[in-house]
């Protein structure tokens, strides 16, 4: 594969002594975005190759790590181009800087399938450069040249250079204009399991987190929040919190107080001695008003806003030899990162420091701006390792609080930390859905028509150019917003992370109502897309098939079980990802069931880091179980009910399933895997508990169904 770019010399390379001897290489990243206007096609610069005299190589990460692996997988993609040894490889973590780097997000599943080409590429130039360079030494041509780990061979001497003593050549050569990047068959390290970059100093408790952020002078803070949706602050009575010891100011802003002190035990102690008075000034909803407010949606709006309509669901349903119809329903659900919410602010009249666990720092300093009145350019944040987000962090309520509690307590550094119950009690949701299905069936039990509706609070949910759109004539997919004081936010594969355990659950209800097995159901429905395709869709059915095929053939769908064991099927495709997971029930004696296990297939394209791909799919398929058996936060008048863990229900140790993971092996550029593991999980469940009780699941969680152990 050959990658050509016109480059203009001085912004893809930048050359900077290093402090005792090497030199910093910097390189411009071909970034998947839309270049830039102007002379030679330049592009954003997106991350730095830093190679010292020491033959010492150091690859920055440009995006936020939040427990994804990029901090590993990104690098790994460098180091395979530049042909170093990976166990000599140094990787730091970049704070916000859009001059060199143009992606810095976490969210989406993107980061890989993003980075794929633009960050190879940067390794090959590196690696053609230094080759360059050895050929000037040895006049030599550079094709007698190769590379091996972090040294260049001279082919016809056997000599050798390492790259340390080939930097300072290297640095005033001209930039190789066609770059060859390696085919999938000369990867050394790419596709092999390789640990994560973090894990030492994880385990050891060395690894530093935004709530480890400490400066001189530094004060910690807390900050009272309304404690409804729909609630404003009338007054506070500070009196008592003043006299504490420990505690430095108080300060009200907007509708909230904040409580400055010397640490979080002096804070959170001075809060609870405020007595805030507040006022209802919103419609201080509850659960049951939700509920049926979304009913009312579903029931009095039949039509709805068609976000796609392929031929006549009307008539297909009135003329149906069957018609199956069915509801499910969802709760909203808490993010709860494991590392506190916190952000780290220092600023002055003229600049902002900022450090901590964010998701989107780039969008979060255009908001920092207009709030704070001070430049982007003058406003720095540092990305530091989160300990979780799901979402939550894609947010930057949180950021903006502690900028403002800097700039109010008279520009002094502070960490505002939050507790659990401020996290959940005051935090963004994933909002409450309803869905409604109708299929119909044709005599020669033939599904001939889909009808598909829901509601969400604050949120469509529509998925209407996925499976099953496009195998069906006549399909519908309507969608609706309920709005409502009440924040919600992306959660977790957003909108896939329940539309798979409706669709995947309906299907499995149509297999069994006209008695065909659930996985040549979904195999004949995609043979239906390849020969006729209703309209536009955004899926590969071959690719879809190989997913389901495999995972039935892994698992041993159709063939003798242990009597007391029980299986169901899912398949979904998110993030450009093809996912098919198959569950096992036990039926224990007394006739309760536990989740036992689940094989999973996906095709993600071209593997990256194994060991990344692996535990991306096993976390998220037990994330995916576990707030489909037990997470659900409800409201009373505006205030959520569940305030920490004794009250919001985690998956436990004991009850993860255990987890077997496949993937399709092709040459596909990388996709997404933060996510896609999710969705399947929960209507596998389901359907294993059909299989086993009869009992169709269709409102989250299932732990209320009173089945299980």
């Known amino acids: 594969m050959t990658l050509t770019k016109k480059l203009n010399r001085r912004d893809f390379l930048r050359v900077t002594a290093l402090t005792g001897g090497g030199l910093v290489l910097g390189f411009n990243f071909f970034s998947s975005c839309s270049p830039k206007d102007g002379d030679n096609q330049q592009f954003d610069l997106n991350a730095f190759v830093k190679i010292d005299t020491n033959g010492r190589v150091t690859l920055m990460n440009p995006n936020p790590e939040i427990g994804q692996g990029v901090k590993t997988s990104l690098p790994m993609l460098v180091a395979e181009e530049l042909d170093v040894d990976w166990k000599d490889i140094q990787v730091e973590q970049a704070g916000l800087d859009t001059d060199r780097y143009s992606r810095q997000i976490a969210g989406g599943s993107g980061s890989v399938r993003e980075s794929w080409d633009s960050f190879r590429q940067v390794g090959a130039t590196a690696r053609q450069m230094l080759i360059n ?288 119950e401020q996290d959940m009690g005051g935090g963004f949701y994933r909002p409450m859905y309803s869905y409604r299905y109708k299929a119909a069936i044709d005599e020669n039990n033939k599904l001939v028509g889909w009808h598909h509706r829901s509601v969400g609070v604050n949120s469509g949910a529509a998925s209407q150019d996925s499976f099953p759109a496009g195998a069906i004539p006549n399909f519908q997919v309507d969608s609706h917003e309920y709005k409502s004081a009440v924040t919600t936010a992306p959660w977790r594969a957003p909108t896939h992370n329940f539309v798979a355990f409706t669709e995947q659950s309906f299907i499995d209800e149509i297999a069994h109502s006209i008695g065909k097995d659930p996985v040549v159901l979904r195999l004949e429905m995609l043979e239906d897309v390849k020969k006729n395709p209703s309209g536009k869709i955004s899926y590969d059915p071959d690719r879809f098939a190989g997913v389901i095929k495999k995972a039935a053939e892994v698992a ?121 593991g999710l969705p399947p999980a929960g209507p596998a469940v389901a359907n294993a508990v059909f299989a086993a009780s009869g009992v169709r699941l269709k409102t989250q969680p299932f732990v209320k169904s009173g089945l299980f152990a």
Request: glycine share 10%; with cysteine; proline share 4%.
């Open 133 to 420: 360079a050895a050929a000037v030494v040895w006049g030599i041509s550079a094709d007698e040249c190769i590379t091996e780990k972090g040294v260049v061979v001279n082919s016809n001497s056997g000599k050798k250079l390492g790259y340390g003593e080939l930097v300072e050549q290297a640095a005033v050569m001209d930039v190789p204009q066609d770059v060859v990047v390696k085919q999938k068959k000369d990867f050394r390290i790419i596709g092999k399991r390789i640990g994560n970059i973090d894990n030492q100093a994880i385990v050891t408790g060395k690894q530093k987190y935004g709530v480890d952020t400490r400066t001189e002078g530094m004060r910690y803070a807390t900050i009272i929040r309304p404690e409804a949706f729909g609630q404003r602050l009338e007054s506070f009575d500070d009196t008592a919190a003043k006299a504490m010891p420990g505690i430095e100011q108080i300060l009200r802003f907007d509708d909230k107080i904040a409580i400055l002190g010397q640490s979080t035990w002096h804070v959170w102690q001075a809060a609870e001695k405020i007595n805030p008075v507040w006022n209802d000034a919103g419609a201080m909803e509850s659960t049951t008003d939700y509920q049926k407010k979304i009913k009312d949606i579903l029931d009095k709006n039949p039509e709805g806003e068609a976000h796609r309509k392929d031929g006549n669901v009307q008539r297909a349903i009135a003329t149906g030899a069957k018609v199956i119809s069915s509801n499910y329903e969802a709760p909203f659900l808490a993010h709860n990162t494991m590392e506190p919410m916190n952000f780290f602010a220092h600023v002055t009249a003229d600049a902002a420091e900022l450090h901590g666990p964010i998701q989107t720092p780039e969008r979060t300093r255009t908001r920092l701006a207009e709030i704070l009145e001070i430049p982007e350019e003058k406003i720095s944040i540092m990305l530091t390792r989160m300990g979780g987000g799901f979402g939550r962090r894609l947010m930057s309520d949180f950021v903006e609080e502690a900028a403002l509690v800097s700039k109010l307590a008279g520009g002094i550094p502070v960490n505002v930390i939050w507790s659990r």
């Open 556 to 676: 041993g769908w159709g063939k003798t079980k242990e009597t007391n064991v029980f299986q169901g099927f899912a398949a979904h495709f998110s993030f450009e990802t093809y996912v098919a997971e198959v569950a096992e029930v036990l039926k224990q004696p007394d006739g309760k069931l536990k989740i036992k296990k689940v094989y999973c297939v996906a095709d993600c394209g071209t593997i990256v880091n194994l060991s990344g791909a692996e535990t991306q799919l096993e976390g998220g398929i037990i994330d995916g179980i576990g707030h489909a058996m037990y997470a659900e936060l409800t409201l009373t008048r505006g205030k959520p009910d569940q305030t920490n863990f004794n009250n919001y229900r985690m998956i436990r140790l004991g009850e993860v399933p255990d987890v077997e993971v496949h993937f399709i092996d092709n040459e596909e550029k990388p996709t997404g895997l933060g996510e896609p």
